[in-house]
């Protein structure tokens, strides 16, 4: 059920304390819009080849503010700006037992 769901390992320490570097979450296909503290899974606005994992700090129109939770070490939307709602992949449902 890939196409569903997704299990994705924390990497680094954006999202600390909310979540430890080598965690594991199951996150599902974006299938509602983005809400405002919501926990994303997005591709690098900067390397599309690499996937980010922040929080929704807010909206403006179809355009997203994303932040990592430990801010002084985040790479965020202070960085690279909006995203656009539409590119985000997934959202994080879970914890990983």
Request: charged share 35%; net charge positive.
């Amino acid at each position: 059920m890939q196409f569903l769901f997704r299990r994705v390992a924390v990497d680094g320490h954006s999202m600390m304390p909310t979540y430890l570097p080598g965690e594991r979450l199951t996150a599902i296909r974006r299938w509602r819009p983005v809400r405002v503290g919501d926990v994303v899974v997005v591709r690098d606005p900067r390397d599309r080849g690499r996937w980010l994992l922040k929080r929704c700090v807010g909206r403006k129109g179809h355009q997203l503010d994303l932040r990592g939770d430990n801010a002084g070490v985040s790479t965020d939307s202070r960085d690279f700006g909006l995203v656009r709602s539409r590119d985000v992949a997934w959202i994080v449902w879970k914890r990983r037992a």
